[in-house]
């Protein structure tokens, strides 16, 4: 059974940075796609960034792009979300998820293509 742990959350002031984790274990395939979605209290889940662990392509919502970084460490297989210039509007809980086996489209906001997802970890923001 395949699983997601995030880790790395908590509190920080306006303009801080955090480094989210997501270790990976428990599978005997290759996460190739894997990404970070976030939700806030009464609002829907949304994409924040994916990756392609394949060959390292990424996508960026719109709304981090610039200030949140995707990354791999694939000796450790864990995932990373580095948050620089955290607001408000970033407090949420963070969720990672990977594609089990190959992906068709990759990388990819859609959350609907991710089959597992994290337990979640929470980030606050305050101004």
């Known amino acids: 059974q395949a699983r997601l742990l995030e880790s790395g959350g908590g509190s920080v002031q306006a303009g801080g940075s955090l480094r989210l984790s997501c270790a990976a274990s428990?599978?005997?395939?290759?996460?190739?796609?894997m990404a970070w979605f976030r939700q806030a209290p009464g609002k829907e889940r949304e994409a924040v960034a994916s990756f392609y662990t394949g060959g390292g392509a990424t996508l960026y919502s719109s709304s981090v792009e610039g200030r949140f970084t995707i990354s791999l460490d694939s000796d450790k297989n864990t995932l990373y979300l580095q948050m620089n210039n955290l607001n408000p509007d970033d407090t949420a809980m963070y969720y990672c998820a990977g594609v089990g086996g190959l992906p068709n489209i990759c990388p990819t906001l859609i959350s609907g293509r991710y089959d597992y997802w994290g337990q979640g970890t929470q980030v606050t923001v305050s101004s």
């Open positions: 428990g599978y005997t395939f290759s996460f190739r796609c």
